[in-house]
């Protein structure tokens, strides 16, 4: 075939080494790692910067690499339903002791906590500012304000749908209240952007709060309440499930995160001087 | 599900406009711009790793869908059968399928708990290059089919006088309108790296592993540094500006003299 | 079989697209040597024939050809070259025509030299003039050998000194002994050049006579009145 043969010989070859060639330069580094187990845990631990700081000191004690794949906790554990998981690192404990009760995974165990807060505009036309977070809620419902949730099966949104029912709020949802309830089916830094944009109120873990750097006139207005405390658990997906599990390599995470070094590296994670995330793990 | 892949860029700037006017809007760009400039000189490794990710799993999708997609192209203008007009009719249908939709299939194709979970390529680029491949495919053979049948029109029966048969005219054609063709494939290839929908379901978007141009955009923004965000976007606009400048230049010393090819 | 048995003939032959009928049952035999001239007013069928002879459009009735495989070239009135070198599209056609590699440099240099483009082997086709781009259509059919060469209207586009060199080389091909069916506009050069002479009109052959004698006699009172360039549209 003169012609095309022609045309190989030239910009054809040429272009197809060169792509070639940025491929497995692109691919190598990926490939090299074998050691390595995949975690499926919360945007707030992500977009906070914890495990920016904490899997690091992770890998250097064991050689273990984490590749986390972080979405809601909903998500998380649907997702460790699949097998397509390790480990699941997330915070909503209900749930949590679901998904180990099914048989999905090994034993909980208590990591860390942090808290939830929540925000508003500066200007608080609601008159929310306090520390009781139900009686806040009461307020807002009976106002015309806006309320921002994130709608997507998280540890937050979970516990902002708890933190309704004990403000005798079944269903925020439900049309004819005065505010407007606003679901996004959204990760947390999401839910903030909405919520800076349309002067709207809140709830979301500190951690994600202090990283977030589009506030707008969003600020804290009600925090200290005991049951905004949040608490984070670490969970070995069982092997009986999905025997491709790496159960040894996820086993070695879950005991490093709970025993002092793990703890120390969480309590040791600051943002402008200001401790994100409280290690409480039971000896 | 949508949530992953949420950019709710629209509300963040709508207020900005309304609150504190163009000059702010102005400001951000401005930023923006600064940013930009700082992450090319200062070549951060970081990101380079990204964009480089980014143009590999974008490229190889690309340079494999069009093994498959421009030989589908040149055989669904040349073929006979009768459900032809039927499957032409549906692969323009799948040139908008969301890139959500194929992440979602391969996604399940590609879990533990799906048939090709042994493999365990789900969270790897891997995996990433075939939901892109399957994304852009439809692109490449509806557009190279259109090219084809065009050109069938002008020269078809000389083709056929000179003895070839269906399908060497429709890969003669493709050789005879290879600058078509190549706008084509950066058609795709535009569609691929700009795409966030399927790289983030399977490829998770795991920091130095998965993480391309596009989901590092997607997770500034929701980390609410949206400058940074757009930042990133005009990086990778301006990577891919080079690579067309480069085809620009070559197609100009192929073919001196008029514009627009004879 | 060789000697006086017709090279191709057609045989109760009609073409239609879709509802029109373009060819209506045309018997037509193509003996070796020959120089057939097809004339007829546009849409008479010229094409539709050539085409039909030529096997590439699908047909009612027979098609019958004399060997296993004659081999034949058509040249349309526009030439079609492909987006690469002169040299490369004669060897696109001697590939197609599955012609041995080896041989390809050797043929496409004689086919240009025929054709007086040898100097222009290595520029892109597609930038030669209309004139040029027509006798390297002619050097294409040559090179692969071709029992009958079929031609539409090879010259109407082209200026009188283009048109001039399309004929020289068709001459020499006859001369060569070559098959030639050509369709014209040009009854001076169907005069000129063509041993036969067919009139069309509406999809029939209404006129199948040597030149000589379709020039001289007057036998469809159509054929005359087109003779005369005084045919009407009214069908």
């Not at chain 3, 040029?132 to 009958?148: G, N, V």
Request: charged share 20%.
């Amino acid at each position: 075939m003169g012609p095309v043969r022609d045309l190989w010989n030239g910009p054809v070859r040429r272009a197809c080494t060169w792509l070639l060639a940025v491929f497995v330069a692109a691919a190598a580094p990926v490939a090299a790692q074998d050691r390595f187990i995949v975690m499926a845990s919360t945007t707030s631990t992500e977009q906070s910067g914890l495990f920016a700081h904490l899997l690091p000191a992770f890998t250097k004690a064991t050689g273990i690499d984490v590749r986390v794949v972080a979405q809601g906790t909903g998500r998380a554990l649907d997702m460790a339903r699949r097998g397509d998981a390790d480990v699941v690192f997330v915070h909503d404990q209900p749930a949590e002791e679901r998904f180990v009760a099914e048989g999905f995974g090994l034993v909980r165990r208590a990591v860390m906590y942090n808290d939830f807060i929540l925000l508003g505009p500066a200007a608080d036309p609601a008159a929310t500012k306090g520390r009781d977070v139900v009686a806040t809620l009461r307020k807002l419902a009976a106002s015309n304000a806006v309320f921002v949730s994130r709608g997507d099966k998280s540890g937050t949104h979970a516990a902002e749908l708890r933190y309704w029912k004990l403000a005798g709020i079944d269903d925020p949802a439900f049309p004819g209240r005065a505010f407007a309830y606003r679901a996004c089916g959204c990760g947390m830094g999401q839910a903030l952007n909405i919520a800076s944009s349309s002067e709207a109120y809140v709830l979301a873990d500190r951690g994600t709060w202090l990283s977030f750097k589009n506030r707008g006139a969003l600020t804290i207005l009600v925090e200290g309440d005991t049951r905004l405390f949040n608490q984070y658990g670490v969970i070995v997906v069982n092997p009986a499930r999905h025997p491709q599990t790496k159960t040894a390599l996820a086993q070695a995470f879950s005991d490093w995160v709970v025993l002092p070094d793990g703890q120390a590296t969480i309590a040791s994670y600051k943002i402008d001087g200001e401790q994100l995330f409280f290690p409480n793990a039971v000896r | 599900m949508i949530a992953a892949t949420g950019l709710s860029l629209e509300p963040a700037y709508a207020p900005a406009f309304e609150s504190h006017g163009l000059l702010s809007l102005v400001n951000s760009f401005a930023e923006s711009l600064r940013t930009a400039q700082h992450l090319l000189l200062d070549a951060d490794p970081a990101l380079w790793r990204t964009v480089r990710l980014s143009l590999a799993v974008s490229g190889s999708a690309c340079l494999i869908a069009a093994g498959f997609g421009l030989a589908a192209g040149a055989w669904l203008a040349v073929t006979r059968l009768p459900g032809r007009r039927l499957a032409v009719a549906a692969l323009n249908t799948l040139l908008a399928m969301p890139s959500v939709v194929v992440g979602l299939v391969v996604y399940l194709l590609l879990s533990r708990s799906g048939p090709l979970g042994s493999f365990g390529i789900l969270f790897t680029p891997p995996a990433m290059v075939i939901a892109q491949t399957l994304l852009v495919l439809p692109i490449i053979a509806a557009l190279s089919r259109q090219l084809v049948a065009d050109s069938l029109r002008d020269g078809g029966d000389q083709l056929r006088s000179l003895g070839a048969g269906p399908f060497t005219c429709a890969v003669l054609m493709l050789l005879h309108e290879r600058w078509a063709v190549v706008t084509v494939l950066l058609t795709a290839f535009g569609r691929a790296v700009s795409e966030v929908g399927a790289v983030m379901i399977v490829g998770g978007n795991i920091d130095g592993v998965t993480r391309v141009i596009t989901t590092a955009i997607a997770l500034e923004t929701s980390k609410g540094d949206l400058p940074l965000a757009l930042a990133l976007g005009l990086v990778l606009l301006a990577v891919i500006g080079l690579v067309n400048v480069a085809i620009a230049v070559a197609h100009r010393t192929r073919e001196p003299g008029l514009a627009g090819s004879p | 079989m060789s000697g006086d048995a017709p090279l191709l003939r057609l045989v109760a032959a009609g073409v239609h697209f879709g509802d029109v009928r373009a060819l209506r049952e045309v018997n037509i035999e193509v003996r070796r040597g020959e120089f057939v001239a097809l004339v007829g007013a546009n849409g008479s069928g010229k094409t539709t024939l050539l085409h039909a002879l030529h096997g590439l459009v699908p047909l009612t009735g027979r098609r019958e050809v004399d060997d296993a495989s004659v081999p034949q070239a058509m040249v349309f009135q526009r030439p079609f070259m492909l987006r690469l070198s002169v040299r490369s599209n004669l060897h696109v056609a001697l590939w197609l025509a599955g012609v041995a590699r080896p041989s390809w440099n050797d043929r496409s240099a004689e086919a240009l030299r025929r054709a007086g483009l040898e100097e222009l082997a290595h520029r892109p086709a597609r930038t030669l003039s209309a004139g040029q781009q027509q006798r390297l259509a002619l050097a294409r059919a040559w090179a692969t050998r071709p029992d009958i060469l079929f031609l539409d209207e090879p010259t109407a586009s082209l200026d009188p000194s283009a048109k001039r060199e399309i004929e020289a080389m068709l001459a020499q091909f006859a001369s060569d002994g070559m098959t030639l069916v050509m369709s014209t506009h040009n009854l001076g050069q169907a005069k000129r050049m063509a041993s036969r002479v067919i009139y069309l009109d509406q999809g029939e052959i209404r006129a199948d006579l040597p030149t000589e004698r379709f020039f001289g006699e007057h036998v469809d009172p159509r054929a005359e009145l087109f003779l005369r360039g005084e045919l009407t549209w009214d069908l």
